[in-house]
């Protein structure tokens, strides 16, 4: 059974970094696509920014694309968002999410990821 925890949030000062980790237990980050996305307070969950087992990396948000760096590395078998520059607005609690296939979709819709970790919080504030 494949499991997902996330780690690494917390508060950060506006224009601070934080490095979300990802890590995968039961199954083999190889086979999967992994996702990160991210739910603020009052909207809807969103997703971010997708690598494929390639490493190839499909951004689904403008506001951050600049900013947030997905990355994976199968031998530790974890996932990671690197996030620069962090603003207000980037406050949510961040979840990763594992497709069982070799690439992202364009459309990154939510139910092609069929695991979720339960999220890790991230607060920008001064």
């Known amino acids: 059974q494949l499991r997902l925890v996330e780690s690494g949030g917390g508060l950060v000062q506006p224009g601070g970094s934080l490095r979300l980790s990802c890590a995968f237990s039961g199954r083999s980050l190889n086979d999967y696509a992994v996702g990160w996305f991210r739910q603020a307070p009052g909207k809807d969950r969103e997703l971010l920014t997708c690598i494929s087992t390639f490493a190839v990396i499909t951004n689904y948000l403008d506001s951050v694309k600049d900013r947030f760096t997905i990355s994976r590395d199968d031998a530790e078998n974890t996932a990671y968002l690197q996030m620069n520059n962090l603003k207000p607005e980037d406050t949510g609690i961040y979840y990763c999410?594992?497709?069982?296939?070799?690439?992202?979709?364009?459309?990154?819709?939510?139910?092609?990821?069929?695991?979720w970790g339960l999220g890790t919080q991230v607060t920008v504030s001064s």
């Open positions: 999410a594992a497709d069982w296939a070799t690439y992202c979709s364009e459309e990154g819709y939510e139910s092609d990821f069929t695991s």
